[in-house]
């Protein structure tokens, strides 16, 4: 890449998913989040959800691929090259180091069972920094997912730092 700037903008992917109630459940139980919300609608209710929640962190992982079904996903918009990959796999293949720098999520509303996600990503920050001595290569990215109206629920932005 010659310029890092070069692939502000660009997507990183796309995807449907269905928060089903089976993975929410076994999700909490593994992190070890023993709150009835999240396994019993009527606690669920009598909280104030409409339907059962997804705990907080579920986000970070169980929502990349639980209730992501191949038929219907949307056309790939990287257009196959993926500038996450672009960039940190050719600061990788020179050596370094890669760390998961930051992850943040703003939850615009909650997830709820039901739901039916639709998520875009685009790269929306790459620069690099001197640290002593070593070249820093922070790639930013951000996901949105949204409701079927549309409607924002979740916005997750996630930092890679290649330390050179």
Not at 12 to 21: F, N, Q, S
Not at 57 to 85: C, H, K, V
Not at 147 to 155: K, N
């Amino acid at each position: 890449m010659s310029e890092l700037s070069e692939v502000i903008g660009r997507p990183t992917g796309a995807a449907k998913v269905v928060v089903e109630r089976g993975p929410v459940a076994k999700f909490a139980d593994a992190v070890k989040n023993d709150s009835p919300v999240y396994q019993s609608l009527e606690a669920a209710r009598a909280a104030g959800f409409e339907h059962v929640p997804a705990p907080p962190t579920y986000a970070f992982s169980a929502l990349q691929y639980w209730g992501r079904f191949p038929e219907d996903q949307p056309p790939d918009p990287t257009g196959g090259i993926n500038p996450m990959m672009e960039v940190i796999g050719t600061l990788m293949a020179e050596g370094g180091m890669v760390l998961h720098g930051e992850q943040e999520f703003e939850y615009h509303k909650p997830i709820q069972v039901g739901d039916v996600l639709t998520s875009e990503g685009r790269v929306v920050d790459c620069y690099s920094k001197e640290s002593k001595g070593r070249t820093m290569t922070f790639l930013v990215v951000e996901d949105v997912y949204r409701d079927e109206a549309g409607e924002p629920v979740l916005t997750s932005r996630m930092n890679l730092i290649h330390r050179a």
